[in-house]
């Protein structure tokens, strides 16, 4: 892992869920100041500049990342364990959404539903193969279709974060099905 995809995973961890780490305090809206952030980040001996720190919004492969139109105010995108609200638009979503997952974690998943577990939201993606990077990362992936359209007549809501992952509180089993990929 390179210099700056650690920084980003360092940024991640202070920005969803620890910002105490680097001595910050996130808005209601997830928002910190970006120079906050950076004297922060390089108190724990890590060396970040704005320079560097817009460099690795622009380029994570993610997006997980938002600035402000003046770029004095950071924030991820979704991911949080903290509560606050990412102002997240409610949407209709497609008729089918993916979750990937491990194949360890099916069988309490076909029980049980999604659930957030220690984020705000279920995180569900809009087509397989980017589930399936996500199932990949958690060990031997499985593929879970979801029928959001079902969801969503039923009247559970629906949020498309900033950079395009779509999030529910949970997921009953029976808007569930295991697909073999």
């Known amino acids: 892992m390179g210099k700056l995809d650690k920084l980003s995973v360092f940024i991640s961890l202070v920005l969803r869920h620890k910002p105490d780490a680097v001595g910050i305090i996130l808005d209601e809206h997830g928002w910190a100041n970006v120079k906050e952030l950076l004297d922060g980040i390089n108190d724990t001996g890590r060396k970040i500049d704005m320079e560097i720190l817009e460099e690795i919004v622009k380029t994570d492969n993610k997006q997980r990342y938002s600035f402000n139109e003046d770029k004095t105010l950071i924030r991820a995108n979704q991911g949080h364990s903290i509560p606050v609200d990412v102002e997240l638009k409610k949407q209709e979503p497609p008729e089918f959404l993916y979750h990937g997952t491990a194949d ?9 539903g999604l659930k957030p577990m220690s984020r705000l939201y279920v995180h569900l993606s809009k087509d397989i193969e980017t589930a399936n990077k996500v199932g990949k990362r958690h060990g031997k992936p499985v593929i ?30 029976k808007y569930l099905e295991q697909m073999n990929v």
Do not use: P
């Open 104 to 112: 360890r974690f099916v069988k309490a998943i076909m029980k049980e």
């Open 144 to 173: 879970l279709k979801v029928h959001s359209g079902q969801m969503y007549k039923d009247g559970i809501m629906f949020y498309l974060s900033e950079n395009g992952v779509w999030l529910t509180k949970n997921v009953d089993v």
